[in-house]
């Protein structure tokens, strides 16, 4: 059974949010203090954690870099923030998702699965020669996960690292936003699009010389995104 870890100041938020996940059959353990959602996050094994922006003690984005510096989780955050600039911080930290207040709690749900779907397909893959794509200095070992660029390993979480490999894979295809998303994300963007930007951005930042003049992933104005051979 997956334990789930819920940092939420907001009683009634996390208990309304612990219920919909026990009848889908998680185990759910829930944190209303920062401090002590940090400690339980690092020391404890917990298969996905749900963390709010706003918390006392410690604030939803120390916790989500202290935690991705240490664990690849998926980690879905959560606030009443609807502006783009906490959207693009909590995602550029490491986390997995990013949901806007008041949401479905059956949404989240079905979030929460995709996640951990995902991370579990990616923990249990058999062990095989490893499948290496090389373009132009740019090598991405699939099996292993791993980026290196001019022979400089670079440090990637586990979307960036899926949206690189997907879009290598899929070389001088455009791809919209939302079309990455729901293959990335594995669910309709459901307008957080954002999202894919925020990555691409991150990406561009490790994988480019100049993020300004990409020679991997280009921008094609009002469409989407394509990786050049």
Known sequence: MSRILIIEDETSIADLERDYLELSGFEVEIENDGEEGLKRALEEDFNLLILDLMLPGVSGFDICRQVREEKNVPIIMVSAKKDDIDKIRGLGLGADDYMTKPFSPSELVARVKAHLAQYERLVNMSVQANDIIEIRGLKIDKTARRVWVDGTEKAFTTKEFDLLTFLAQN???????????????????????????????????????????????????????????
């Open 171 to 229: 070389p001088n295809h455009v791809f919209t936003k939302d079309e990455l998303f729901k293959e990335i994300w594995d669910m309709e963007s459901i307008g957080d699009i954002a999202t894919v930007t925020v990555h691409i951005k991150k990406i561009r930042e490790k994988i480019e010389k100049n993020s300004a003049k990409p020679q991997y992933i280009e921008t094609i104005w009002g469409v989407g995104y394509r990786f050049k051979m």
